[in-house]
């Protein structure tokens, strides 16, 4: 009897690798992200909070931890106890861009980070300035063909998706434009409304309403596919620029070595805080656009992207950060 006991104890215990360990979560889980209160990946972050906290009974803590092009939180994270208490809501720069952007990262994005769930995406919209005398995308190729060098395109930032966005389009477009990039999203909008820059790659979100009030012109969208947002607006795919793809995405990791039954626990909680119709809507109301790819998924991502960016990065002669 006693080794038949022993036996059921150690098949229950193979069948259920996390009731063998220690549960999880036994501390407070904290999400940390490279972004700012209110932007789109910290409404994801938030979301995915609020619903760990309820099916599990912890408390979950968003941590803004800025800097660096999203550097410093996945460093941090990098570098935290793999045990689930400490997780990164990463955007795609500092996963697949920031490798081939900066001299030298203080992490690996692919070796000492994990991937959990990819939860959103969020397409840039190509804007004009009202005045630029280009209604298509067409028309604006021709009118930079004309005026080499001339016409510029507004960035939040050396090596964001709106920055790149410009530089493939450049690239594909076969035309010379000039990068200006800023550091205050204000400012930007503010200059792109009064003429001061030309074009800008934005996210749905950051444009929409000065599009609606016809104060910007909008031409296409950067993602494959057409935005729920603007589905009148077609993509640059649509347009002849075969597989133009620079899209904003956001996803959960968490440092390398995190057990898998924990990471699997995380991941399909993501997908059920993601997927319900209110979190659909509050992505909806920022540009974005619920993904909820699994971990293996994620991770084909990562792989496809890094050398398509080191790719475009090294052609248009982007020079490292230091």
């Keep these: 009897m006693i080794r038949l006991a022993l036996a059921f104890a150690v098949a229950l215990s193979l069948a259920h690798p996390l009731r063998a360990a220690t549960a999880y979560p036994q501390t407070t889980i904290h999400i940390v992200l490279g972004f700012s209160p209110g932007s789109a990946p910290d409404v994801a972050a938030r979301i995915l909070a609020e619903r760990y906290t309820a099916a599990w009974g912890k408390p979950v803590v968003v941590e803004n931890m800025l800097g660096a092009g999203g550097n410093i939180a996945a460093d941090h994270v990098a570098k935290a106890a793999p045990d689930g208490s400490t997780l990164l809501m990463a955007g795609n720069a500092a996963i697949v861009i920031n490798p081939s952007l900066y001299a030298k990262l203080p992490y690996d994005p692919v070796h000492d980070l994990v991937p959990i769930a990819q939860v959103t995406i969020a397409p840039n919209v190509l804007v004009l300035n009202k005045n630029v005398p280009a209604k298509s995308v067409q028309e604006l190729v021709e009118l930079a063909r004309r005026r080499p060098g001339e016409l510029t395109f507004a960035s939040a930032g050396v090596g964001t998706s709106t920055h790149l966005a410009g530089e493939l389009f450049q690239t594909m477009a076969g035309v010379k434009l000039l990068h200006v990039p800023y550091r205050d999203s204000a400012e930007l909008l503010n200059d792109l409304i009064t003429g001061r820059v030309t074009m800008f790659f934005g996210s749905i979100a950051s444009v929409l309403p000065q599009v609606r009030d016809g104060q910007l012109r909008a031409l296409a969208v950067t993602s494959i596919r057409r935005s729920p947002a603007m ?73 496809t992207e890094t050398p398509i960016w080191a790719k475009l990065i090294k052609q248009v002669g982007v020079p490292p950060i230091q």
């Design 231 to 303: 589905p009148d607006l077609p993509t640059l795919d649509e347009l002849g620029f075969s597989g133009f793809d620079a899209s904003a995405w956001f996803g959960l990791m968490a440092p390398a070595g995190t057990p898998a039954p924990i990471v699997a626990m995380l991941h399909d909680e993501a997908l059920t805080a993601v997927t319900a119709p209110a979190a659909r809507e509050k992505f909806a109301a920022l540009g974005m656009e619920t993904v909820a790819r699994s971990s293996d998924e994620f991770a084909a991502t990562i792989r």
